[in-house]
């Protein structure tokens, strides 16, 4: 019952700050859907937990799709007359369209104009562009920078390359009790971008290797992916492991400071989605719960009509509704060490509660059984906690007849899991409860 | 598919003229339930559209009902000691209560009061007054006109017949590819009121007469009855035909300018209802939904319960709901154009969405397909309108697993059926989607 | 059809005041789960109705609990040195705390006030407790007199018996057409208090008398018990006649000018639940409607998984939500004539409902029969029952296709039941109705 043992204030503050750490050391690599970086990010993720990495050909037919062609780049610069470099790689790597097609040329002013890109309403900031299955290169930079190009001419090089090669992903599987899976999926292929999704990468990656700890009854499946492609992938060559996934988080945008978003799954109302809906309830914390649309992360692809998993997605501020979303602004004070703590809390919450969520049947089902002269009134500590745990006392015995989970209890009755949980452990072990098979 | 090619404004401003004209050249006619002037009623649709008239004897058993004498007028008045008429039918038909016994005689101002109606409450309005299951006489008049009677004899005379003959109602079947019919039904057995019902009249002929033009899914059947008398004989006349009937709307009070009131039928979430509700919430004009309740019109008698059939009412102000209802002053000034024309294109979007509410299966279910190779990231014109098309290409495959029809996305996504209906189109012509049987 | 003859204004005055004479004549008695208290009160009850007893030898297993000593008692007092009592049982029997054990000796102050319970926020009043299960004794007093007592040493006394003997409950058993069962359940344990529980004690007499006059179509057994031990016992005895039991309401707190409180049973839906949320709707009075919960009276017996009865509650302050609950101030001034028999109306209503509450076949279903010939628009009355009574016929001949009950149309209507019913009657007179099996 390893999971209860959940992690002090103390121990959470420690793990925000290894986390926010993590995160920093993964903000300079130049990632993308493919390539070097991508690899270098899971290099890291595997100091942390057990990896196994897997390389996927360029050409591959994964359904649909065709795995693409490998992106690598080494530098890239837009140097104006005097031969400064007035647009710099070095400097960051979002000032270079991801999957840029190699380039070295002098183009007049006019014509650099149609390579760049910038966000003329954060006239500061630097916009995040990709141009992935269209062939084309560009240079992304701040407006302010742009407005102050003289009318002359440049010379623009991209030292990429775009060739067959390999698609990277990795996974980490803690097997449990059983082979019913947990899977959590996060994506590794955004460049110098913390929250969108350094952040996930982080938490899923520490909550991996807290949960490599304990016993568990599920199995997890973390798998580290790149966005679209990458589950399209996995889930291509993985379908007798989709088809053993009875719970699933597509984790991204965990580290900044907004509300917790939980996006429920297409089937709406699957452990996941109700189980994630009751945890964020009772954390008395800033949430929402939204419906399923078919727009967002790579949950996407996994709730697909032809797969249709119960997989939801875990946020903070939803993609595109935070003005830092895509851009640099997207950086290492945007997210912060609490709020990566806080996700992984509630991470932990939603495991706990899928954990323990079971149906039990009441074993003296007529009337109540005298709870008063087997101490039951007294399971734990305080005057408050120990009304909370007569009625959840009361309410285990009454709903468990077989077809009520411990979470319905919880549901029904406006208590936490907690206590509901806490009720059917001690009267469990009076003797009071049985597990159904 | 020709019911996307909507009229235009310009068309839809012509429309509400011509049936406005229609409304105006039916106004004078007497009408009852039955009688000359259905017949001449039915004769002047017959101009608009093909139509097959059914003449149905007095005496006819119709379930519980008896098919009742024919009654015909020719002149009723009350002449005063001078001579003068004081109610004279040829200034309007309302001044006879329908269905009156014929008499002349002379009377005292106290027996002749026992046969007038009035309307204190609006001393100008004559009432709307029928006497058909109980034989009797009576005079309609403005309370007006009625305090200013003197104490004397009057000389009352209604030249009328009520005597065998028959019932008279008319159909015009639009034959579509499917057996399975939309019925759409008006009753016209109400004399010079404008909105009630002549205004659903002429809106109901028009729309049988745009639809004439089209190719259609299903088969529509119009039928012109006379009020609860002729639904009944309608409905034991026609009992194949009702089996037939998937869909189904009384039209009546459709010329005023209060806001639409859809009226769901017994069945509650027919598809007529759920599409009504949709294409009302979709117009963003203001408009109510209520429950089926066994008070109205004719969808009494096709919702009673050994037809229970999915026809829901289709009006404006609800029968009973506005002071000129069932009143001289239900004229051809509370009846529009515009109104009328508002009503014919609300009617022609759930004709629309019936038209191509279907559902479909999703070709490529596991995962999302790539859309970006095909082009259909640019199914149509502006840039909002891309953004929309985008979502309901994704919801479209999405939900489309055999399960959910077009409208029930619609519903879901909270999209505009039209948007999804593009979408399906779209994604049909490149094979993403195939017709379920 | 007695059950429609129900008490007028006058009647249920009068019904008031016997009520409450009821209530005055066994508040003095001292009762308890046991003893002779229970027996002298089920003697008075035993006075309005047909009332068998039973008595259930202590250490007799009843489910997972054992029938409990029998506790009697004689006096009880505390003296002070002075040798005056400054606590006196027969002041008042809330005096002692029920089930306490015998006891005579001196104690100091210190020693005493371990025994003594108070309620500071009340000072002026007694509080009442129990110690059923855990042998103890004590003494309730008020915080005033309490506060004045001096150091000095006490002498105690309490000249109580518990030994073996009996536990001692009644039934009332009133056969009807069915062998179905209707159960009125109250608790008669508890001793000076007026509300809880002598008003449910004096109700639920009073409507078995008024029952016990009537040609019923349910059977009805009215159970006077103990609180838990009491349900529990009955329950162990009685499986057979419980598997009866179709309606079921625990009565309790009904004397009080609390709104009116109805409880859900677990089932949540049953037709009980519906019907008492509907007599309390139309009855246009103060109330609430709450979800079950495993805490309260009896009806967490009722309700335990092993029987999920169909028994609701039936209260107006609910228990513990005023503040004279469990307390000297729960007096013959708390509870009211006029309380009583609005509860008793309340409780005839729900009665009245499930008599008459059936499952009609229209017999004439396609189209509406016609009523106008039949007279049948003038059933009743004054003009505005007859609108309703108007529109109950078309909403009864409407639903009933065999498959909605009377209440499932004043539901779905927002009629009130009675005029559902009297249309249904009137429908079935003229053969427009009929039964169902």
Redesign the interface.
């Known amino acids: 019952m390893g999971i209860g043992h959940r992690p002090g204030a103390v121990a959470a503050s420690e793990l925000g700050r290894e986390m926010y750490q993590f995160v920093a050391e993964l903000y300079p690599i130049c990632r993308s859907i493919t390539g070097d970086g991508v690899r270098r990010t899971l290099e890291l993720v595997g100091r942390t937990v057990p990896l196994e990495t897997f390389e996927v050909p360029s050409g591959t037919q994964?359904?649909?799709?065709t795995v693409p062609k490998e992106w690598n780049i080494g530098d890239a610069w837009v140097k104006d007359a005097r031969g400064e470099r007035v647009v710099d790689f070095r400097e960051s790597n979002l000032h270079v369209v991801s999957y840029s097609t190699p380039v070295s040329k002098t183009v007049t002013l006019a014509e650099l104009s149609e390579h760049l890109f910038t966000l003329p309403e954060h006239p500061h900031w630097v916009p995040y562009r990709t141009s992935y299955?269209?062939e084309a290169w560009g240079f992304c930079l701040s407006e302010e920078r742009r407005s102050r190009l003289a009318d002359e001419d440049y010379e623009v090089c991209i030292d990429a390359s775009l060739e067959d090669g390999h698609l990277t992903y990795a996974e980490c599987l803690l097997p449990g009790r059983s082979e019913k899976e947990f899977l959590i999926s996060c994506h590794v292929c955004h460049p110098s971008l913390a929250n969108d999704n350094l952040s996930g990468v982080a938490v899923t990656s520490f909550l991996a290797r807290h949960l490599s700890r304990l016993d568990l009854r599920y199995s997890y499946r973390f798998i580290f992916i790149p966005g679209t492609i990458g589950?399209?992938t996995w889930?291509?060559r993985n379908e007798a492991a989709a088809a053993r996934i009875v719970h699933g988080l597509v984790v991204a945008g965990v580290g900044d400071g907004g509300p917790f978003t939980y996006k429920r799954s297409?089937q709406g109302s699957a452990e996941i989605d109700r189980g994630m809906s009751h945890v964020l309830k009772q954390s008395q914390t800033s949430h929402q719960v939204v419906d399923f649309?078919?727009?967002g992360y790579d949950e996407?692809?996994f709730?697909?009509?032809?797969?249709?998993l119960p997989v939801g997605r875990f946020s903070r501020s939803p993609h595109g509704e935070y003005p830092e979303y895509h851009t640099s602004a997207d950086d290492l004070d945007l997210v912060r060490p609490d709020h990566l703590a806080e996700s992984f809390l509630q991470l932990l919450a939603i495991v706990d509660l899928v954990e323990h969520n079971r149906i039990y049947v009441?074993t003296?089902?007529?009337?109540?059984?005298?709870l008063?002269?087997r101490g039951l009134y007294k399971v734990t500590g305080g005057q408050a906690d120990q009304e909370v745990m007569q009625?959840a006392l009361?309410?285990v015995?009454?709903?468990?007849?077989g077809s009520h989970s411990l979470l319905d209890i919880a549901e029904r009755?406006g208590l936490a899991f907690d206590a509901v949980r806490r009720a059917a452990a001690a009267l469990l072990e009076h003797g009071l409860l049985e597990e159904t098979n």
């Open positions: 994964v359904f649909d799709w299955y269209r589950s399209i889930l291509a297409r649309s078919p727009y996407r692809q709730c697909s009509p032809g797969f249709d009441n003296n089902p007529k009337c109540e059984p005298q008063g002269r009625l009361l309410w015995l009454n709903q468990s007849d009755s």
